[in-house]
């Protein structure tokens, strides 16, 4: 006669059961949560300061065709020169018109940095001297002078050229030179004209052919201390 194994069914039992109850206790998935609204958005900061009042008095954009002086590539750089200066002499030096009643003439110095001005670590300028003689007949002609100040032009490369030149319309080593354009209005103070100029290789320090171009809109200022 066989007995049974009490212990062996006490166990079976308790395990079919625990799996019973196991299965019945798995959670349902909840429902889905409402999205929330979108907040309103911020209202716009305040504009920063931009340097305005060193750019108000307008700019110089000039642009070279030339070859790189390693001969690596052609290349065509534009760039615009729109600061004054930071100080009240340099700034009346650098962006002054004076008219000549007694020659017919009306002559301009302008000077504008390729950045916000420093006195020690900002050098790139261009300066531009004219002189127009019998502006408005047929008489009309110039005298001009462009300076190149630590002028850098940046390849993709990584090279770099840094351009320290002075032009002049009456200098033999400028070719083809032309003002087109030229307007001063007396009532506005406001200048613009174009010129353009060719310059030979070894006259430059690209030290290939260059030629140059730009475009000028200022707003000059007149020094009411002095007796034209």
Do not use: W
Request: net charge negative; aromatic share 10%; with cysteine.
């Amino acid at each position: 006669m066989k007995y049974l194994d009490f212990t062996t069914i006490y166990k079976t039992i308790l395990v079919v059961c625990l799996g019973v109850f196991l299965t019945n206790c798995e959670g349902e998935d909840g429902i889905a949560g409402i999205d929330g609204i979108d907040g309103i958005d911020g209202v716009d900061g305040i504009d920063g300061v931009g340097f305005d009042e060193l750019r108000q008095f307008g700019g110089i954009t000039i642009t070279l065709d030339g070859t790189r002086i390693d001969n690596a590539s052609a290349f065509t750089d534009t760039t615009v020169f729109e600061f004054t200066a930071i100080d009240s002499q340099a700034l009346e030096n650098g962006n002054s018109v004076i008219v000549d009643t007694d020659t017919s003439s009306i002559s301009f110095n302008l000077l504008r940095f390729i950045n916000i001005p420093d006195d020690r670590n900002q050098e790139s300028t261009v300066e531009i001297n004219l002189i127009a003689i019998n502006p408005g007949t047929e008489n009309e002609t110039f005298d001009f002078n462009m300076k190149f100040i630590e002028h850098n032009i940046i390849f993709e490369d990584l090279g770099v050229l840094q351009l320290d030149e002075n032009f002049s319309n009456d200098d033999v080593e400028v070719l083809n030179f032309g003002i087109t354009d030229f307007n001063f209005n007396d009532d506005t103070n406001t200048l613009t004209f174009s010129f353009s100029f060719e310059v030979e290789g070894i006259n430059n320090d690209s030290q290939n052919d260059l030629s140059v171009s730009g475009e000028v809109d200022v707003i000059v200022l007149e020094n009411i201390g002095i007796d034209n």
